[in-house]
């Protein structure tokens, strides 16, 4: 079974802090995801990564950067928590193309 | 705004009952998925759709797909209570087949 893990269920951070979310699988999967997930807006994708070093921005990168520097990692990272950045984050990764995604457990990022 | 969108946005059954979901899409896909998200954690794919299939049966999970009209429904049979979640529709955009983008969801509550 694919096993996507993330670094924390529940983070707590205040305004301005530097904020790091960590994503890993198992799988050794090419593609993998940042999304986050609010009440009423569903899922909405803040960045993927298709190759180590490689990034695309997804609907609602604002605020936030990612890292791949190995294919079984990818970060997201809040360079200066708001307190709009609180949210559901959630991490995925993908086999093959046009397959389903698997999802990590999501971090609950509260930003105080 | 949201690909998909999920009809009805919340719904109360029995146990027993079968419970329905629709998704409706904007533009062309080449593939639709239907995951499902218990309270507070991460997603898990149930199934997925082509875009030239019609139905598709899981366990007591059928999809059914319909291309002239973008849309899509999962129905659930003999609901149990361990069926509540909320469900949420994907569909596969570009052309890479690396992006989903999600509904809003349908949280669904079967009572005992």
């Known amino acids: 079974d694919v096993k996507v893990t993330q670094s924390s269920r529940y983070l707590v951070k205040r305004t301005g802090e530097k904020v790091f979310l960590e994503c890993v699988q198992d799988?050794?999967?090419?593609?993998m995801f940042w999304y986050r997930q609010d009440p009423g807006l569903g899922l909405r994708l803040i960045y993927f990564?298709?190759?180590?070093?490689?990034?695309e921005k997804g609907d609602i990168p604002e605020g936030y950067s990612v890292s791949r520097e190995k294919k079984e990692r990818f970060s997201l990272i809040l360079e200066s928590a708001s307190t709009n950045q609180t949210s559901m984050y959630l991490c995925?990764?993908?086999?093959?193309?046009?397959?389903?995604?698997?999802f990590g457990p999501g971090t609950r990022l509260t930003v105080l | 705004s949201q690909q998909g969108e999920e009809d009805p946005q919340a719904l109360s059954i029995q146990e027993g009952e079968n419970a329905t979901m629709n998704c409706s899409y904007k533009?062309?896909?080449?593939?639709l998925q239907w995951y499902r998200q218990n309270s507070g954690r991460g997603l898990v794919h149930l199934i997925l759709?082509?875009?030239?299939?019609r139905e598709k049966h899981s366990g007591r999970l059928r999809v059914t797909l319909d291309t002239s009209k973008k849309s899509s429904s999962l129905l659930i049979t003999a609901s149990r209570a361990a069926d509540t979640a909320s469900y949420f529709c994907?569909?596969?955009?570009?052309?890479?087949?690396?992006?989903?983008?999600f509904g809003g969801g349908t949280r669904l509550m079967v009572k005992p």
């Open positions: 995925a990764s993908l086999g093959q193309l046009g397959d389903t995604q698997y």
């Open positions: 759709i082509r875009s030239n299939e």
């Open positions: 533009t062309s896909i080449n593939n």
């Open positions: 994907a569909t596969v955009l570009n052309n890479a087949g690396n992006m989903l983008t």
């Open positions: 990564s298709y190759d180590v070093k490689m990034k």
């Open positions: 799988m050794d999967h090419e593609n």
